[in-house]
């Protein structure tokens, strides 16, 4: 570090100069044509030049190195005639072997009758070591502000300029460039759950895993290596990949020169993959995932802000994607616009009553009689029509209106059902959905345990579906809320089953006592006939009885499906082939046919 001179500006000269108490002070004198006519003991010393070499020379072809010259003229002679004032004229010397000091000058003309300088007077000191340290603070400045701290990646301003220059030089080759946007899902949940600084872990480790993984499969591309990114601080040069932190959970990568945008789709697979490896620290038994827009200019835009919007757009497409990524395309910016309106117009659905809770049964499966019904939210909207809970649901959980919805859904259904058990309906069970969110809320079991004091329902009778992911996010904080409802004596079931990313061994640590398989598994065994029909469906089904868990089939619509899962010895089934989602009404007529349900029965309802 430098010393701080008095007024807190680092002292200037060499260490030993000033240890030995001098300061050193150059000195020199030209005449009207630049000549030299004199030079001190100093700047022959600091230049280890002999007078011989410079006396009577042009002193800026001596002492200025050729590269120099011309500006360190220019400046020499604006401050002369005074263009400039006093300036002080920093420039950089050139010593007798070939190193450079630089000096800061200070020039004073004498001049003739006319107003002409006849000579000129430089007083000079070396500042060399300042000025180092000087640029050294800039350089780190200007690293500042246009990289991310946490993981030092370029961030997102860096990133659009990178972008809008990569754009012009595509437009000049021909060639393409390609952005993907990739967000990490669940990492607000993480934040939420662990904290801060496990989510910080999280993202710097997922830059590193990004860099990493875009350099090597940009190599990879078609053989055709693309000029590798040059470590943070450097100047990126033209047509190189870079990875940039986009906003807190987002990365943004720019590819510039693509051939063929399926390059840009490998890459987004690339890191779809890496992204979904094990956690490490106190993340570890965490999977996170990543949701990938793609856009390529110029089809998909030709200036940053269009390109990136699209990109966001493909973005949200890609988070309910099976390949967790999406290409843009025009119907996305249509759906966004409808995005947008749900987002608006969500809140108030509560207030204004659009929202309503319809009941899908779950039939036993020897009997086929209904044994439980499935809450699920529906909101018709006068405008919109109605608007289904795959579309209303994520931006419920986006915009912080998930906790209001499901505790509607929650009173609803938990008052419905106590109704038509007080009139004598029988004993069924009823489901409502809870999402990932709402588990992390200590909030759910007030609510659950509000709703059955007021009602009387029986705490058996209430189950609460969560989806494996969900329940996987943190499942320690998940499983302490699960297991304060099992207290309750509440039932939990783990929706979706199948899909999810979970460890087998935490279904038991969690107080699940029901799966539902999820209705892809029926459906992916009629894609692919030529693999073992069940196979798939019975590991799982042994799993849940291993567990000692109740096992139910999702989405069950036909009677061929129906045929196929009847020697698994499922529990119960759910799906259209017996009943579709109906309101409340329906569902009271339905419980006092008291018959089974299903094409057999002829109780179906479309
Ligand atoms: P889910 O919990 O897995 O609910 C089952 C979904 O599958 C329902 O869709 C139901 O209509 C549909 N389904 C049932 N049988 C069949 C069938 O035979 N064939 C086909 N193709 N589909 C069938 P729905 O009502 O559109 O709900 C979709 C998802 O939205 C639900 O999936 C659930 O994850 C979520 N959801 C619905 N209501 C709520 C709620 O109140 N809270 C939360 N957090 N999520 C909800
Ligand atoms: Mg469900
Ligand atoms: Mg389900």
Redesign the pocket.
Known sequence: MLAEGPRGRPETGGRDERAAGRQIVLAMITDADGRLAFANGDLLALGGWRWSDLSGRLWHEVLIAPEHRRRVVRAFDRAVTGKDGAACVEAPLRTSDGRVRMVAWSNTPSLDEDGRPTSVTSVGVDVTRWTEERDRLAAERDFDASHDRLTGLPNASTFRWRLGSELSAGRRLGRSTGVLLVALDRLRTVVETLGQEAGDQLVAEMGERLSDCVEAAAGAIAGRPLPPATPSGAPQPMNAWMVARWSDDEFAVLLPGLVFPEEAVYMARTIVATVAAPCTGSAADLRLSAAIGIALAPSDGDNPATLMRHAAMAQHAGRTSAEHMVRFELSLSQEAEGRLLIEQQLPLALERGELS??Y?PEVDAASHRIVGL?????WHHPVLGEV???RF?PVA?EIGV?GE??QF?LRSAVRHAAQWRSDGLGDVRVA????AY?LTDRSLVAAVLECLDETGFPAHLLEL?V?ESAAMVDAQAAAEVLGELARLGVTISL??FGTGYSNIGKLQNLAVSTI?I??SFLLEDEANPAADPGALLHAMVTLGRNLGLRVIA????TEEQLNRLQPQGLDAY????FS??VPAAEILRLLRADRPLGSDSGTQIA
């Open positions: 809770v319809a899908q499935e809450a699920l939210a529906r289904p809970p795959v649901i959980e998930i919805i499901g859904v409502v959905n809870v999402s709402q579906e989806t929706d979706d539902k999820d209705r999702e989405g069950v619509e759910q799906g259209f082939l579709r989602p």
